[in-house]
């Protein structure tokens, strides 16, 4: 078999090969349900069918010299092959042609890179608190809070991330693209959803021994179901209204129990006057001021501290080390300093 032969044989198995993953469509077993994934597939196939003339053409000639050259039967054992030193021709086809092709992968991977990270002009935002070992869903624009599971309209969204404790990592398989929700590192991420349908929202950053458990579950809608899930909610909140009249024994006080009570002697907790909790020590640093300023909660030390965006009055944060609490919890407190801090 002459060289001529073995290269076409080499072109009709690429071109058989390479027809075969174009029209495979990836989709199958996982749907493309943004924009960033239709542009991050063509990538890969893109890659795919360049790697598959690579391996065809290294090992396929591998092969063919392998077997055309070997030693043949009358040769003696000890028998030198020809004596070949360079070619320049070669050489330069070798180099040039894969620089080129460098260039051409970087430049479309570029594009598809500025995709992801452009900042769309009107978005849904989604406010994301990550925490071990859940995820809680904020609809800043209709005051909504859902934890397990992520409701998103059809189309352009923005999803703020924030961690609580550790690192996590945000990521839909279906969605291709995945980003990092790191501690007092507000992250984002931006993409436009085309697909109607439930995914797995995983955490995708080992965040601790509950970390393979951290999924919810991701409900891609469209505008009008959206819109009707986001009335459900509303009225839903409206009959139980959670954040009005807390009592303190029944709503702050397990919030203290399992956030505070380590550091904070328990047995202050009965009939807890949090005004004696004037100076509060971490690593040496004692902060003063009102921890309670009914009806002003931002001026409160109590809401600083205990924040998912801080001011942390002198570095403090509370509870040292996590769990931190959720946005939930913390509305809860912010209701309550607002209602007077009341014992009732
Ligand atoms: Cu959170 Cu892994």
Redesign the pocket.
């Known amino acids: 078999m002459n060289l001529a032969r073995v290269s076409a044989i080499l072109v009709v198995i690429f071109v058989v090969v390479s027809a075969w993953i174009i029209v495979t469509p990836l989709t199958g077993a996982l749907p493309e349900a943004t924009d960033h994934a239709q542009s991050i597939d063509f990538l890969f196939k893109f890659m795919l069918v360049a790697s598959v003339a690579v391996f065809l053409i290294v090992q396929g000639f591998l092969l063919y010299f392998c077997l055309h050259y070997r030693r043949r039967k009358d040769e003696p054992e000890d028998a030198l092959g020809s004596d070949i030193h360079g070619n320049t021709r070669l050489e330069i086809v070798w180099s040039v042609i894969p620089v080129i092709f460098l260039i051409v992968l970087t430049a479309m991977s570029f594009k598809v890179y500025v995709d992801i990270v452009a900042i769309p002009k009107q978005a849904y935002i989604i406010n994301v608190q990550?925490s071990?070992?859940q995820w809680e869903c904020d609809h800043p624009k209709y005051g909504i809070t859902e934890v397990g599971t992520c409701h998103m309209p059809l189309g352009e969204v923005t999803v703020r991330l924030h961690a609580h404790d550790v690192i996590?990592?945000f990521w839909v398989p279906e969605f291709r693209v995945k980003q990092d929700a790191v501690p007092g590192y507000p992250t984002e991420m931006h993409f436009k959803t085309i697909r109607v349908g439930q995914y797995r929202l995983i955490?995708a950053?080992?965040?601790g021994v509950g970390?393979p458990e951290?999924y919810a579950k991701l409900f891609v809608m469209s505008q009008k179901d959206f819109a009707a899930w986001v009335k459900q909610q509303q009225q839903a909140n409206s009959g139980s209204a959670p954040t009005t009249n807390l009592s303190f024994s029944k709503d702050i006080e397990p919030i203290f129990t399992a956030h505070c009570a380590a550091c904070h002697i328990a047995t202050h907790l009965a009939n807890l006057d949090l005004g004696t909790y004037q100076g509060l020590l971490k690593g040496g640093n004692i902060v003063s001021g009102p921890i309670i300023k009914a009806g002003n909660h931002k001026g409160s030390v109590l809401w600083q501290i205990t924040g998912t965006t801080g001011p942390y009055p002198g570095g403090n944060r509370m509870p040292l080390g996590g769990p931190y609490l959720s946005t939930a919890e913390l509305a809860k407190i912010t209701a309550w300093i607002d209602q007077g801090a009341k014992n009732n």
């Open positions: 990550a071990q070992f996590h990592s955490c950053e080992f965040c970390h951290m």
